[in-house]
């Protein structure tokens, strides 16, 4: 596997680059040595942030972590990366699908599908036209992360959600 490490607002020692090399050459053993390995750290206040973006043919296998130390980040983002190797070998319908990235004893290795997408339940509600801003206050008396509603100026479906620093998103769908 090929490295390209970068820091942003933080200088790459030796010893960060050992961590990576260490941890996530983990992951040697699913892909082919010409892989390219994308990995960012970035330092902003007490966040220790790493990137790790691995492109393989027509997906990206991405993972981002942070904490307040970049050798704990950089273990997390080993283990997210590992599971998501594991579920996207489970997705290849057909091993030459992209399998030139990818070691050959990864792709005849069957994993459990551990993670396997599940829908337990399912809910019906009427989709009642409001506009963003009050379906933000029905999201937050509801106590939820987001909050699905139809767009009394568009006449849409609309999705408002939580992000950090307590402000709102919008989706909107685009045609």
């Known amino acids: 596997m090929k490295f390209v490490i970068t820091g942003?607002?933080?200088?790459?020692?030796?010893?960060?680059?050992?961590?990576?090399?260490?941890?996530?050459?983990?992951?040697e053993r699913y892909f082919t040595p010409d892989t390219e390995i994308h990995v960012t750290l970035s330092v902003e206040k007490e966040r220790q942030k790493i990137e790790v973006t691995i492109p393989v043919k027509g997906n990206i296998i991405r993972s981002e972590q942070v904490s307040n130390d970049m050798y704990v980040?950089?273990?997390l983002v080993e283990e997210v990366i590992e599971r998501q190797l594991k579920k996207y070998k489970n997705k290849l319908v057909d091993a030459k699908q992209g399998s030139s990235y990818f070691k050959q004893e990864f792709i005849d290795n069957d994993f459990e599908a551990e993670d396997e997408v599940s829908i337990i339940r399912t809910k019906r509600f009427g989709v009642k036209p409001m506009y963003p801003e009050d379906a933000c206050i029905q999201m937050e008396l509801l106590g939820h992360n987001f909050y699905m509603f139809r767009n009394a100026e568009t006449d849409e479906v609309n999705v408002v959600y939580k992000r950090?620093?307590?402000?709102?998103?919008?989706?909107?769908?685009?045609?």
Do not use: M, Q, W
């Open 164 to 175: 950090k620093g307590n402000t709102y998103g919008l989706i909107e769908p685009e045609f």
């Open 8 to 27: 942003r607002n933080i200088e790459v020692t030796e010893g960060l680059r050992t961590a990576i090399h260490e941890k996530i050459g983990k992951l």
């Open 73 to 75: 980040s950089i273990d």
